[in-house]
């Protein structure tokens, strides 16, 4: 490959992508709105997507790839059109957020997905996602088209797995609230893996980006080693966490990686394609310890986009010690 366009490039994931295409001697133009800087080394064309010349300037030229980070099926849909006779490879990056099949552990890309949202459709993730991809189908064999679950590694916007180096940290000799953990597992990929794969693969259709299936009780403990947290671990159950409001996986006042019980599949899915194709997934541990670490640096105390604060954990955790039951 000698020269990229990256539909995006300024954010997380497709920053990195765009820092690993320019360390292995691409040449990387990222297309965005601009807000945010491109990597060093890589050139910026402004463009904002809801407009529909949005690639004029860059449809005249061929790209040897593109890759695309977008979650909505119009943008995806009318890059395709702009772009694609002119591309010898298209990298979608999807999301495992596709399969509508939550329960069944195990299930590889060929698990059924959710119908494909339809314009004027109110937006749902996973249904753009859906759309999105049956454009890029468009494509034929020149297209992968990446699932990633859970994206972690420093730098993380999203807050979740990261909640859990903060919350043992700053708790230092304190207690730390636990959801259940019986029967629930976690599945996370790095996003230096990720954004190798995507630049080094050539492999086509889709593939699940993700890790191997961890007991939940072991990234936990995978993080209370890290920490050096000496204090103990007081542990809620389902119900008593959803009538105290707190909510599962995301968002605020959460309790990020925690899922209901039946969705057994969601954190559970097959990587043996990834791994076929030569995806590489560094150890869980050393995860946990790159993500402890830009939450040193950022701040163990900062505001969150997922988790519970200091002061909510502290108030649950004395309510729970009030209650009999948990
Ligand atoms: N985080 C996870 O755990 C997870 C899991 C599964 C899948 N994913 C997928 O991973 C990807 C994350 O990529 P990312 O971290 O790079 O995302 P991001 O931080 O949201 O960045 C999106 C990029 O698109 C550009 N953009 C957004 N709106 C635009 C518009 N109207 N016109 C032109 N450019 C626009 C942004 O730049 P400007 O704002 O400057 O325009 C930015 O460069 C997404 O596809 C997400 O669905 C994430």
Redesign the pocket.
Known sequence: MTNALI?????????RIARRMLDDGVIVT???????AAPDGASLVR????DPD?YAAVEAQDWDHVID???RAD?VTAAVAALGTRTARWTY?????VYSDEVTVGADESAPLHPAAEAGDEYE?GPQ?VAAENAVHALGDRALIV??????GAG???D?FGYWAAAFDRAGAGDVLLPPTEGRTAQVIHVDDLAAFITATRVTGAINAIGAQHPLADVFTLFRTATGHTGGTVSADEEWLVAHGVQHWAGERSLPLWLPAEMTGFMARSNAGYRVNGGALRPLADMVADVLQDERTRGVGRERRAGLTGRQEHELLAELRRSPLR
């Open positions: 539909l995006g490039g300024t954010g997380w994931l497709s920053g990222c297309l965005a709105r601009g807000g945010r463009g904002d997507r809801d949005a980070v977008s979650s943008h990056v999807s999301s495992m957020s993730y996602k699932r990633p679950g859970l994206i972690v993380d916007p999203g979740r």
